[in-house]
């Protein structure tokens, strides 16, 4: 079956480092996807990651993948006020037909200053 | 370049109305994807078109159905409206030619309210 899992909430204080976790549990995932969502908008694709990876890193973001525990983090270095956003995890698998997105329910992410 | 567009960004229906939504997909993107997004939860995939036609559908009654136009955009349509679903509708769209990763830019999202 398919299904994604986020924890709710995450605090951090400004300039601080933010981990954000995801377990899945369908194995025949292709790719894995981080997406931003601020108040009323919106998703904003983050960064991806292949499945046959277990590391990507872009800029200020570090995306782990744990595929034997399946297992996916986000982590965002140098947290800013501006991150503050609700932040979600997505999985697909690639098909002739299509690649529907299954989301976890997201982690809303506070940064204080 | 413009990003997805959808129109409208608000609208209130009551009971048992029909409602259309509208997305024009990214310039260069061929597929488009609709999702359901109640409040506090994640999105929820309706149904994905591509060269006109449905190739992937969701976990959604035959109440929501859509469209695809020779140039890419596409409508979502939703008859006999529930209270359940007044919800954020959100259009992406992707390139085929992509090949696997087919990554999904989404558009700002009509915010369908149902009274």
Redo the contacts between chains.
Sequence with gaps: GED?EQSLFLSVREGDSSVINCTYTDSSS??L?W?KQEPG?????LT?I?SNMDMKQDQRLTVLLNKKDKHLSLRIADTQTGDSAIY?C?E?R??A??????????TRVLVKP | DAGVTQSPTHLIKTRGQQVTLRCSPKSGHDTVSWYQQALGQGPQFIFQYYEEEERQRGNFPDRFSGHQFPNYSSELNVNALLLGDSALYLCASSSYASGGLRAQYFGPGTRLTVL
């Design positions: 994604v292709t790719y996807y997406y908008a919106g998703l904003q694709l991806y292949f979600f997505a697909s690639t098909k037909a299509g690649n529907k997105l299954t989301f976890g329910g997201g």
